[in-house]
């Protein structure tokens, strides 16, 4: 993205996107085409559930990285709010569902410091976050022990720790939250760290890469 040419583009297809997966500013839905709404939204839910088949988190979930995963984010304001709308568009579409809330967080609350960069560039995603409850769901979620589990094996180590700083991120943003689910919460935490640990080494080796956070790691790291 911090390439003009392909930040053109970026652009160009976010705000396709933006546009094809909601009708709210559809101006043709206004006043006499009101009656239309219904079907223009079952056919808003199609795109999304196609986006979905084709692997629409996994590309976002690449932008994200791409652009903020580095020593200066080169995501701006409305590209981040862009991105961050379409990743929730399917989890609201499906009222949550556990598949849904499964993709977001391995995909999308995975990707480094995502909260920290969306509280400076783009602060109203976080009361979006917060409006729809979403730490409380995420946190209820990941307290099933079975489905913390499944997360973390698709994470691996490194990733599962940027999911813990997020979420670590986001209680602290929202602390009347956690203070309802500080049991849930604590449990998750437990079990997250547990999972990393599993990769952390006493000693160098030949298979072992510097973790800044976990010490001698059996993954390799990336700095971005």
């Known amino acids: 993205p911090d390439i003009l040419q392909d930040s053109k583009l970026i652009t160009l297809y976010l705000t396709m996107l933006v546009t094809f997966t909601d009708t709210t500013t559809w101006k043709i839905l206004r006043g006499k085409g009101e009656s239309l709404k219904p079907a223009m939204n079952h056919i808003c839910a199609n795109i999304m559930g196609h986006l979905n088949q084709k ?28 991105i961050f709308s379409l990743a ?8 949550f569902s556990d598949n849904l809330l499964r993709s977001f967080l391995i995909h999308i609350m995975s990707v480094p410091a995502l909260v920290s960069h969306l509280s ?38 490194s990733h599962t720790l940027c999911l813990l700083g997020n979420l670590i991120h986001l209680g602290h943003l929202t602390e009347k939250v956690l203070e309802e689910e500080t049991c849930h919460f604590v449990s998750v935490l437990t079990h997250m760290l547990s999972y990393c640990q599993k990769y952390v080494s006493q000693k160098k080796s030949n298979l072992t890469h510097w973790h800044p956070v976990l010490g001698w790691f059996s993954q390799t790291v990336d700095y971005g």
């Open 55 to 82: 692997g629409f988190y996994s590309v976002l979930q690449i932008l994200l990285t791409n652009g903020l995963a580095r020593s200066r984010p080169s995501l701006s304001k409305g590209t981040l709010t862009a």
């Open 88 to 95: 929730l568009r399917p989890v609201l579409a499906a009222q």
């Open 120 to 157: 400076v560039l783009t602060p109203e995603r976080l009361s979006v976050i917060e409006t729809h409850r979403l730490f409380h769901k995420f946190i209820l979620f990941l307290s099933r022990e079975d489905q913390c589990q499944d997360v973390c094996v698709c994470l691996e180590g």
